[in-house]
């Protein structure tokens, strides 16, 4: 597949702007700025960058608890973003959701998602209006290694296959789910190997290689939107971070399986190759980096002088 | 005015309102092919198609799933949850998603759903075929809870509950399909949030839902000859509850009972008696009664399931030790 020079960079800067964010709130975090918890996507960008880049606005997403790397490569804005995981009034949801639940259903973003593998029969519910509509939308359902074991993966990958819907389940494995093994959660290797009991098409691609992730979704995006139905697709992918939070996750992982993983740092990697293709130079490359940078201080700026929300607004909201 | 079965009230307001919005649709376990368990989608199949009527699998997950997605993304679904014991196959996606996604996002998404279910005893169905698990669904902020009594009422109010922009529990008594009454053949809508007084009566109030209006009725129409005229109200929606007519009734006849078939424990009448005792506590001469089932899941034997429901017996019996109720 020859992908145009401006979708490449389009992916780099998509990965640029989930890592920085992401490092950060968890700065922040650590400083005790932010309030709850935060799930970071570090180390997983290629798999939200290369999936969010075959989607237009239209599409649709739903997510995880770890999903602000899905808001940011869905168009998320880093001000509205901050806003919200401080709690302020001005940040995607008001206030009311905080990380776990952050959303813009005007980006097509139905939700971080506090229940592990609850958005999934909710993304065949947007397929099935995707259908209906029938100007080719589709909806994509990320999930990871451990919501493959949720019962509500199997009602919707059963019932999309089913109905024939435009939903990609698009699986993170991260090899982890919370703190257990996969070889400890479930007796399968590729999650892809479980679209075969529903009768579509398993693929696994190096969740690291964010040209692999575009051209593999690029492929079952195009599928749904011809009418072709669901694809699972597995990224192996891996997060740098503990389930929860920054701290070291040697108890539960080794420095040395970090470090690998690390070594194939997918921003790294991508850029490297933009500078081999030509598409990139070096002063290109950090002037992506310098101008992202700004927009998150822009940003952070912005949810730090913004206010928090009115105590009335608590009983704001509950019905239509 | 023609009259029409309760059932055949359901049927003609997803009709109507499935003619009048290309957005609403059907979706749930055997509504399609074989125009639902209790007949409830007899028709729609032929005249509206399989896009719009919709068989699923056996996945109540993934059935309010559907209907969660597709609301958000601009459709009105009405999916069915065949009976309401079976909510507790989705639980999560009733409560942590359909309750909730408007909130958590700030009032920035809209659920116009409305999940239809059976609730009931008294056919002979047993523990897992056979609750009303009202209360549950009343205690989840984000949801509206309909329970209609009369053919009339289940019209108008399902229509009113589609039309609503907000996830609605319509929920049907089994028991209560094949009563008869009179139904206007053009669209309408029952308001939710408005309680209705089916008898009025200065002596007594007696709030009642779903079947047990009948029963409560039928206790009346015997307290009537003995002297006792009771007025019964049926909230028809119990989220949002209607407090203000229960209230009214209170301070005119100064003696309550609160009858549902559902357990009593923590049952939809703990909430009415609570707020009245709050509101109304200058007014009442007896403390607030509730008559409701044991505190047991629905026994299969007829003699034991008999023995649990409440009936119009048990509601007078109830009374008599409220009030003074002249000898019959």
Redesign the interface.
Known sequence: MTIPPDKLIELYEKMVAIRLFEETAGRLSTQGRIPGALHLYVGEEAVAAGVCACLNVDD?I?STHRGHGHLVAKGGDFGLMFAELFGKAT???????GSM?I???DLGM??A???VG?G???????????K?RGRGQV?VCFFGDGASNE??LH??M??AA??RLPVIFCCENNLYGEYTPQHKHQTVADVADRAAAYNFPGVVVDGMDAIAVYEAASEAIGRARAGGGPTLLECKTYRYYDHVGVRPTATYRTDEEVERWKARDPIAMLGARLLEMGVLDETGRQAIHDRIEAKIAEGLKFAEESPLPDPADVL????? | MREIFFVQAITEAMRQEMERDPDVFLAGEDVAGHGGTFGTSAGLLDQFGE?RV?D??I?E??I????????????R?IVEIMFCDFIGCAM??IL??LAK??????????L?VVVRSTVGAGLRLAAQHSQSLEALLCHI??L?VVMPSTPYDAKGLLIAAIR???PVFFLEHKALYRIRGEVPEEPYEVPLGVADVKRPGRDLTIVATARMVHEALAAADRLAQRGIEAEVIDPRTLQPLDIETILASVKKTHRVAIVHEAVKFCGFGAEIAAQIAEAAFDYIDAPVTRIAAPFTPVPFSPSLEDAWLVNADRIVAAVEQMMPVPAA
Request: charged share 15%; hydrophobic share 35%; glycine share 18%.
């Open positions: 649709y739903t940040g995607y949801c008001k206030g009311k959701g639940h959303a813009s259903l139905l939700g998602n506090g229940i609850g999934a029969p909710i993304a065949v519910g947007a397929a099935w209006t995707c209906q909806a019962g509500s009602e919707a059963n019932m089913l109905y704001a909201d509950v019905y239509a | 896009q919709v699923t699998p996945s997950v993934g309010i799933g559907l209907a969660v997605g597709a609301a958000a993304t601009g459709m679904p999560d996606q942590n998603q996604m408007r909130y958590m996002f700030g009032g920035r998404a809209r116009p902020p984000g509206k609503d922009d907000n």
